[in-house]
């Protein structure tokens, strides 16, 4: 038994399986070695079993020490202590080895045991020795299980107690044998009951008790309410917060059942466990809980019990329902994100396929000015405003979204919004936001984009929507316009205006075209280079289509420097020829930002090797409204190195007499704008008459653009203006035509 108790323990994987097989081993010495002494009739065979038996006894008696060491481990800390046995026993053995050569320790003598011959043990002072260290050791054993036993918890007790009688017993019956002188030591049936009991302890038993108890309480603390059902399906048991739940007392275990199935309905009685959430109540105040049902087996075929099980999941539902809001909608406002906005406008098409939607762009016009003058949380009111208007008045099921800062999204049924748009348009007209005494109207525009491709993403219907409101550009009684045709084939020559602009410039579809600039005399002084695109499968492509688009995206800072190369190279070609002429090419605005005029314009002249007066500096008197310190270091740059600089529109914008004292230009180009023919004719040219005369005061040189009849050309003559140009002299020219047409007119005095 104790062979298949060790094999057993080496297909274990607990810790303390290797020192349990270990003890059961060493108890099989001392057990050969008694039945040696006992089957032998032998002296020497009989000498031979003692010292098998006693050696042994130092082997179970270490073994048995790192077994309490590992079983005993949280009383037994000093590792000290179990090296001092070792020590004891290890000298022990060596001194019983001794004995057939000193015949201190032992000896034996013939006496006849049920009429057969038998050799009694004779001790002498070794032997004393060999017990007072068997004993020393087995004592100090007792001492840590009966420590182990007094300082465990009494549910743990039992796994030190039965093994320490156990032992306290086989040392009883050892120590029996020993001062009794009986022939045949017996007590090693206890070393094998002990062996075994020791493996069954350490390895197989499970205290029930202690099982019970540990689940009782695990039961009982649980913050889940747990109920357990006999198979009939009463209830015998409920830890306190199922007590709670049901607001039931342990002596009314009986209206379980009915308070359960009031609760959450009938509880399904079969073999087969379930879960199940349950959802009591509607709205913010729903209660949920989460259920569960489990089938315990007796046997195959007859039913122990079971138990439900019923936590309390309005908390982390709550939680996750705040953290799925706080997700999908803004912090502000209240309304869906734009992710989220988008996202269930996707859904809606997805499964509305039927419908009519119309994607509307709420944009609130100027906002900044709202945070820098009342404050960013004046701010943030007029938005939470905005956003209750939304909810309040567009009509139907709506989707309502903040896509950015200051705009929102909305995505309804196109009907819907065709049938509230003059009461939105009304609305609008004045939109009054207010925090206490201080209120504010809003600008607000929108716009509308009928869906009519639903393959489109949702952000390109939104950015369309955003499009149709650069329809409106001033007109503050109109609130709302829509995406229609037109404007997506605006978009679309934008587009295909911005990506053949490089191609055109290359291949001098983007040309300079020269109208020509007079003097009083009607003699061509020179020229304006205006640039002009001829495609090659639209044809001649007006400024006005294509000017403000890149304008606008910035691209026109190729134009320009395009227009400056070729007016460098037509000046460069006209040396020895056309000497007395200039051309003024346009510096744009957003020149000034994305580029170093004075850099580039300079290093073309040195490139084509030309005199810097006759590439004449041209800018719009709107340049000069920001950054004028800046653009007058550059401009009396330009003079310095000796360009000449003009002012075209002057007289346009609300500024120029407040500069022009200081304005670093050599040339005053006057727009025609002031002689319309309105009944305004005397103040326009009034007006006229003394910007020439301040012109020529201030030692600036008078030129008027758009001069289309002779009596104009012969009223800014007799003002004094020295400079003419416009389509009464002549329209424009390719640069052929216009140097025969120079030709012509050079020669007129």
Not at 140 to 155: D, P
Not at 361 to 368: G, H
Not at 461 to 477: E, P, V, Y
Request: with cysteine; glycine share 6%.
């Amino acid at each position: 038994m104790l062979v298949f108790c060790a094999v057993r323990c080496s297909r274990s994987h607990k810790r303390i399986a290797k020192a349990v097989r270990l003890l059961d081993l060493s108890l099989i010495p001392p057990m050969i070695g008694n039945l040696i002494i006992i089957g032998s009739s032998i002296k020497e065979f009989s000498l031979i079993g003692c010292y098998i038996f006693f050696i042994g006894m130092d082997l179970v008696m270490a073994a048995l020490v790192n077994f309490t060491a590992k079983y005993c481990k949280a009383f037994c800390k000093s590792h000290r202590k179990s090296f001092i046995m070792y020590i004891l026993l290890g000298l022990d053995a060596a001194q019983m080895m001794l004995n057939p050569f000193f015949g201190h320790a032992f000896d034996l003598e013939a006496t006849i045991v049920q009429d057969l011959p038998y050799y009694r043990l004779v001790p002498f002072y070794g032997q004393t020795i060999h017990r007072v260290v068997i004993y020393t050791v087995f004592f100090f054993v007792i001492l840590v299980f009966i420590i182990a036993s007094i300082k465990t918890a009494r549910i743990y007790r039992e796994r030190y107690s039965i093994i320490l009688i156990v032992m306290a017993l086989v040392g009883l019956w050892e120590t029996f044998y020993i001062f009794s002188r009986t022939p045949v030591d017996r007590s090693m049936i206890g070393y094998g009951v002990f062996g075994i009991l020791v493996y069954y302890i350490s390895l197989i038993y499970r205290p029930l008790r202690l099982l019970d108890r540990i689940l009782s309480n695990i039961a009982s603390d649980m913050t889940e309410a747990l109920y357990v059902f006999d198979p009939t399906g009463r209830c015998i048991w409920s830890n306190q917060p199922g007590l709670d739940l049901l607001d039931i007392t342990e002596g009314e275990l009986d209206e379980v059942n009915a308070r359960l199935s009031g609760m959450f309905g009938k509880r399904p009685f079969t073999r087969e466990d379930w879960k199940d959430n349950r959802i009591l109540g509607h709205g913010d105040d729903a209660l949920y809980y989460y259920l569960e049902n489990h089938y315990v087996n007796a046997d195959r075929k007859h039913l122990a019990g079971s138990y439900l099980m019923i936590r309390d999941n309005t908390e982390e539902q709550r939680r996750i329902k705040r953290e799925i809001y706080n997700s999908t909608h803004d912090s502000l406002t209240g309304l869906f994100t734009k992710q989220h906005l988008y996202e269930c406008i996707r859904n809606t098409l997805e499964e509305k396929t039927d419908d009519h939607y119309a994607a509307v762009f709420v944009d609130v016009k100027n906002f900044k000015i709202v945070n820098d003058i009342f404050s960013s949380a004046f701010g943030d009111i007029a938005l939470q405003q905005i956003a209750d208007w939304l909810r309040n008045n567009m009509a139907g099921k709506c989707l309502f979204g903040r896509i950015g800062g200051d705009t929102f999204g909305v995505f309804m049924s196109a009907e819907e919004f065709a049938a509230d748009k003059e009461k939105i348009e009304k609305e609008l007209l004045n939109f009054i936001v207010t925090d206490g005494n201080v209120e504010h109207r809003l600008l607000i525009h929108i716009g509308v984009y009928e869906v009519s491709d639903r393959s489109l993403d949702v952000s390109v219907m939104f950015d369309r929507a955003h499009l149709a409101i650069s329809t409106i550009s001033g007109n503050f009684k109109k609130h709302i316009a829509y995406y229609d045709q037109k404007l997506r084939e605006k978009v679309l020559l934008d587009q295909r205006i911005t990506a053949g602009l490089q191609k055109a410039i290359n291949t001098m579809q983007i040309r300079p075209y020269l109208q020509p600039i007079t003097n009083r005399s009607g003699k061509v002084v020179g020229a304006e280079a205006l640039a002009r695109w001829i495609h090659p499968e639209q044809g001649f492509m007006s400024p006005a289509m294509f000017i403000p688009i890149l304008e606008k995206n910035g691209l026109i800072i190729e134009v320009d420097r395009h227009i400056w190369r070729c007016a460098c190279k037509i000046l460069a070609s006209w040396k020895g020829t056309h000497d007395d002429l200039f051309i003024s090419v346009n510096i744009s605005p957003k020149d000034f930002y994305f580029i170093d005029i004075v850099s580039e314009i300079t290093g073309l002249v040195k490139e084509y090797d030309i005199s810097p007066q006759k590439l004449r500096i041209e800018i719009t008197e709107t340049v000069m409204m920001t950054d004028v310190e800046d653009k007058f270091r550059m401009l009396n740059e330009l003079r310095r190195l000796g360009f000449i600089v003009e002012m075209d529109d002057f007289g346009s914008g609300y500024s120029s007499l407040n500069l022009l004292k200081e304005m670093p230009v050599d040339v005053l180009k006057i727009d025609m704008k002031f002689l319309s023919s309105s009944d305004s004719d005397k103040k326009a040219q009034t007006i006229i008459r003394n910007i020439i005369k301040l012109s020529e005061e201030l030692n600036i040189v008078s030129l008027t653009e758009g001069v289309e009849t002779q009596q104009q050309y012969s009223e800014l003559s007799d003002m004094g203006c020295k400079l003419f140009q416009g389509y009464f002299f002549a329209k424009p020219l390719p640069t052929e035509e216009f140097e025969s047409f120079a030709f012509v007119h050079s020669t007129i005095s």
